[in-house]
């Protein structure tokens, strides 16, 4: 395998909504870019571009989301699997130092991010939640009061959509670029995953409801009869009574297994087996059952299969046009933030997340046809290590509850009458992760008096685990600020929906819903601006790809541009790069006269 060196990312990426200027400029060179684009795809001949329908672009794009996979779970546990990991990294492009540049690596950021190939500050999704001043409440990513739920049991009482996405996905760019005939099929456990992979439309949009243990979809993608037939033929409830238990002899999983700190499932104990009944004294699937199911590599399981079953009965890329089929696994990610990354757990389900993803590659090369498709593969974010374990090991971790950061806030500005009068209520309304929204007018207020800014910011900075506090006037223009957390912060602040106060985490330090002296629901969690929540992998192998190992400075923001380019399709707002090093070429031709752009 060949290996290629370059310098790592370092958030130089260009920014929408940087300047006024700016976009005045981009305006005016859109149509340019598109036809250079255009022009240079049609001169760039990669391998596979004669496949066997004679095609120039792939019959089928492949995007595979690992929630909560670490780039480091490579290294560390690569010896345990055979099959489509082990695939994918050797007969794929790895692109090894692959790190997102912002500070809130949360699921829905990063799927937006992999599926527009823009940052959050270009695409609008900040969180997976946040404060909405307009009607002082909490909303999500997806929720969408105009349409409603629909799915293959009870209705969701909550409808979901992308409309809070401010631009297009792949999927989206291809429905309109290619053809209408283009076909999009997205599946994950989460409404959030699935909705931001397959964008404003879709033809099979499904997603897990855990509360009533149904498939679920909303008004705005509508329902599948193909889903609709699988979901009736392999229920779910199937799997009651059986049991996780591990996949390899207990001499081969790495790190010592540990209770403190953990937080699985409810009737899960610490350690295997781990059994899939529910409460102890449940006698039928309920709640109880369907979570412990979402955290079982059973559920990896099912959502390959009925993908699998849905692109058959849509025949994605057997059609004209190129077809998009999307899947985010949830399961680590709920494994994750119950046991940790050191956890038997997390490697048991990459152990059969590798034979699953092994199956189903197999499955498109007979379907599909080997030469036809192209596949992604990355990540939404990493993870910390369990607290407690950083505690143990004599460094510096904990939690910092967001309850402690607004009592805090609200004690500071007891010193300022004239600036939050103290008969006014609270004067810190929501924390959301290290989001903090003021009172309305509050902040505005404070800009004006600097000092008792300056008191606030004071104060939770001297809070435990506290690294920073930043405000929105700090972050604009700093996308290219030498203060790494400037920089973090300020590539997925979003002005009217960030924060009016940033907390920024010291390493090891996680953002907790409770209060200091409380139990936290989970054991870990993710969205700050470090490695070990930054960095995962970014491959891609089939059509078009160039095998190998690069050290090259990338983002997942660049995997949407890269699929784009290899399908001839234009992005209107990418963030990201086309990871041209990774194209494979066929022509004699010297690389710089059929390299595509920067």
Known sequence: MQMHFGKRYGGESTFAWRRIAAWLWVGGMLAVSAAGQVRDARRWQVSGASNEHGAMRPKL????????????????????????????????????????PYANTFTCVGHATISTGALPATHGIMGNAWHDRETNKQVTCTSDPSVQGTGYGPAPKAGESAFRLAVPTLADEMRFQLSAKTRVATFSLKARAAIMLAGHRGDAVTWHDAASGTWAS????????????????????????????????????????????????????????????????????????????????????????????????????????????????????????????????????????????????????????????????????????????????????????????????????????????????????????????????????????????????????SMPGVARVLSGEELAGQLRSGDSLVRAAAANYVPGRSGDLIVMPKPYWIFGEQGAGKPQTYGTTHGSPYDYDQRVPVILMGWGIKPGEYLLQSTPADIAPTLAFLCGVTLARPDGRVLREALAQRNSASAEETLPPD
Do not use: C
């Not at 996979?69 to 794929?92: H, I, M, N």
């Not at 994750?336 to 038997?344: D, F, L, M, V």
């Not at 192209?374 to 974010?381: E, M, R, T």
């Open 218 to 461: 909303s008004s705005a993608y509508g329902t599948s009869p193909l889903v609709a037939e699988f979901v009736k033929t392999h229920p779910i409830e199937n799997d009651y009574g059986k049991s996780w238990d591990p996949s390899l002899p207990a001499s081969e999983y790495l790190y010592e297994e540990t209770p403190e700190g953990k937080a699985g499932p409810r009737g899960w104990r610490p350690g295997f087996p781990h059994p899939l009944r529910g409460a102890a004294d449940s006698t039928k699937p309920g709640a109880d059952f369907y979570a412990q199911w979402e955290a079982s590599p059973n559920a990896d399981a099912y959502l390959a299969q009925m993908a699998e079953s849905v692109a058959d009965g849509l025949k994605l890329g057997k059609g004209r046009s190129t077809d998009f089929l999307g899947i985010s696994f949830s399961t680590l990610d709920l494994v994750g933030h119950a046991y940790g990354p050191h956890s038997h757990e997390v490697q048991d389900v990459l152990v059969r997340l590798d034979r699953t993803l092994g199956e189903f590659i197999e499955h498109l090369d007979k379907t599909v046809g080997r030469r036809n498709y192209v596949i992604a593969l990355s990540a939404d974010h990493g993870v910390a290590p369990l607290p407690v374990e950083m505690q143990k090991a004599g460094l510096d971790a904990g939690w910092i509850g967001a309850p402690d950061v607004l009592e805090k806030i609200d004690k500071a500005l007891e010193k300022f009458p004239s600036v939050a009068p103290g008969d006014a209520g609270p004067k810190a309304v929501r924390m959301i992760d290290g989001d903090v929204w003021l009172a309305t007018g509050l902040y505005a207020r404070l800009k004006q008096d600097q000092m008792a800014l300056r008191g606030v910011i004071d104060a939770v900075e």
């Open 61 to 100: 794009v492949v995007l595979l989301v690992v929630d909560q996979f670490r780039a480091d779970y490579v290294d560390k546990f690569r010896q345990q699997w055979s099959g489509g990991l082990t695939r994918l990294l050797e007969q794929g492009a790895w692109f090894r130092t692959a790190a997102y």
